[in-house]
């Protein structure tokens, strides 16, 4: 059984309303002419709220695995979802609502981690050896847990948006590669390009810090 928020969502209190019966049931369009009602019609409680129960198990499965409690899962869910409603007008629908809804996701996680002092799974994940997401030892290795979070916090707000997304998907919510593809509406091997370019940069700026520290040590 779901342990998923289900009822009492937080744009039902800015917009209730009877379905108009005149137009196609919600359960009967695909995402993108549910997302076009609900910004041709704020009030459209139905077609967001099918929106919701199409998305939200996903969304609430990637919180859990990220946070590993279901309160913090439910509330950042409830989080994203009501950031998308405020947000459909961002929406044009030239990539799949799964994708932008995905990105919403990824931005109110972090938001999350880092509110709650849980950016230490990050690097413990980036510093993991295993797949292809974790490569030779790097410079990273040579961090304490509070120097590398602090660091890696500072140099991911340095990153574009898009390599930035591709990290934080990949390394922080272990996001698969297919998945961090669908949220940038990239090819996998662009995807993989994105991660790669982020975490070369990010251990470039890493070791330029480090080499300046030591040098200021040695003037000292």
């Not at 342990?3 to 005149?22: D, V």
């Not at 704020?42 to 998305?55: G, I, K, N, S, W």
Request: aromatic share 8%; proline share 3%.
């Amino acid at each position: 059984m779901s342990n998923r928020p289900t009822c009492g969502q937080p744009w039902e209190e800015e917009t209730r309303t009877s379905e108009p019966h005149s137009t196609p049931r919600p359960s009967d369009l695909d995402d993108a002419a549910l997302a076009a009602r609900c910004r041709a019609n704020a009030q459209d409680v139905a077609a967001f709220q099918t929106l919701y129960e199409r998305h939200a198990e996903r969304i609430f499965r990637r919180f859990v695995s990220l946070f590993g409690r279901h309160a913090d899962a439910e509330d950042a869910t409830q989080a994203t979802f009501y950031e998308a409603f405020r947000s459909l007008g961002r929406f044009d629908g030239r990539g799949s609502f799964g994708a932008w809804l995905g990105g919403i996701a990824t931005h109110v996680g972090w938001n999350t981690m880092r509110a709650a002092g849980r950016r230490r799974r990050a690097m413990e994940a980036y510093n993991h050896e295993g797949d292809l997401r974790h490569t030779a030892p790097g410079v990273e290795r040579k961090l304490d847990a509070r120097e590398g979070m602090a660091l890696l916090e500072r140099h991911l707000a340095e990153l574009d948006p898009k390599k930035r997304t591709a990290f934080v998907l990949y390394y922080v919510e272990q996001a698969s590669l297919e998945e961090v593809a669908e949220a940038l509406a990239c090819s996998r091997d662009n995807a993989w390009a994105h991660i790669r370019r982020a975490r070369a940069a990010i251990l470039l700026a890493i070791a330029r810090e480090q080499k300046r520290a030591k040098l200021k040590q040695v003037k000292t």
